[in-house]
């Protein structure tokens, strides 16, 4: 691969705070190392909050901070929008969480191509979600990937990884807070790499890949007949969004925190609420008991089970399922 002396130019496609730590990254790094950022794109301003406010993404915050043109494309084959960034003249796209696939059109466009930071090792967990996945499918170790995209999804050459362990009680939102500053540093590493020709692609053995695909609310519904590990698993995956939720009667719970215990045996039938104490509430499963720690009724805010117990009577010998039901003991 040539070497390149002169800076690059690179343009930056993000959208979360996933990605801030990226573009930051990015902004505070030596333009003689890896170039500079002439541009960002992000989606449009999205309603936001009980008063639908249109709100900014977190990365066109700070590119707007940072005095940097913004690009925010309805539709990624816009006419306009694709002329204004052949306009910039990007050497490279850097791409973190941008929620939106690029055409042909787009990852042609750079000399030195797209580099994407992806939050697994691929290939697996190839998606939308690969944090919350990784954590409900019980894995203990993830990672970030630098990779040159291609037309695929999360398919193209790998560029650099870094494997970081996925801590017994962490929740993705936890997880990715953690592994986003992560990515902004490979990222540096990797433009680097690329622009003085010390980095040649890997290609991934598509062989070995698992996918990750994007969340539903659906998919936060707890069954109870699954074991005590893989209910608390995600219930972590789950949070912060969409959400783990289970009722107790005609209430919808949320459950923010949550871990197994007696993991290995059946105790009662599950979803029965087997003992309340101060602290918690212990709910039986497929395999084991789930602790509730924390929980959020439909019409209130997040709380202790303390905090709820004090308002809300929960009884022993109670259920809890995936819809409103009569949680009494004597309609089981």
């Known amino acids: 691969m040539a070497r390149m002396t002169t ?3 690179i343009v930056f496609m993000g959208t979360p705070e996933f990605a801030v730590p990226s573009l930051r990254a990015l902004l505070e790094a030596d333009p003689e190392k890896i170039g500079r950022v002439v541009g960002v794109v992000t989606q449009p301003d999205r309603p936001k909050g ?4 249109l709100t900014p993404s977190p990365v066109k915050v700070l590119a707007q901070q940072a005095g940097l043109p913004i690009l925010q494309p309805l539709k990624m084959k816009d006419p306009a929008f694709l002329e204004t960034l052949k306009s910039w003249v990007p050497d490279l796209i850097a791409v973190t969480a941008f929620g939106r696939i690029l055409p042909p059109v787009i990852l042609d466009l750079p000399p030195k191509g797209c580099v994407n930071v992806h939050g697994s ?4 967990y190839r998606g939308a979600a690969p944090i919350q996945w990784a954590i409900i499918n019980g894995e203990t170790e ?9 037309p695929g999804m999360d398919t193209g050459p790998v560029l650099l990884q870094e494997p ?9 939102g936890e997880l990715a807070a953690r592994l986003a500053p992560i990515g902004g540093r490979l990222l540096v590493k990797t433009i680097s790499g690329l622009k003085d020709g010390t980095l040649t692609p890997n290609p991934q053995d598509h062989s070995r890949a698992t996918l990750a695909p994007l969340l539903k609310k659906e998919d936060g519904m707890l069954r109870w007949d699954e074991e005590a590990t893989a209910l608390a698993n995600r219930i972590r995956g789950l949070t912060p ?15 923010w925190r949550a871990e197994p215990a007696n993991p290995g045996c059946a105790v009662a039938e599950p979803g029965v609420i087997l003992e ?3 602290e918690t509430i212990r709910v039986a499963a497929g395999k084991g008991a789930l602790l509730i720690y924390e929980l959020q009724p439909a019409s209130g805010k997040r709380l202790s089970v303390k905090q709820y117990l004090a308002g809300h009577p929960v009884k022993t010998g109670s259920r809890l399922g995936p819809g409103p039901c009569d949680p009494s003991p004597d309609a089981l």
């Open 7 to 9: 800076p690059l130019r």
């Open 276 to 278: 309340v104490t101060k």
């Open 50 to 53: 009980r008063g639908q406010q």
């Open 164 to 172: 970081v362990p996925i801590l017994p009680m962490e929740t993705a």
């Open 241 to 255: 969004w969409p959400g783990a939720y289970t009722y107790h009667g005609d209430e919808r719970w949320q459950i």
């Open 121 to 124: 090792l691929l290939p697996k």
């Open 142 to 150: 993830t990672g970030i990937t630098t990779m040159l995209m291609d």
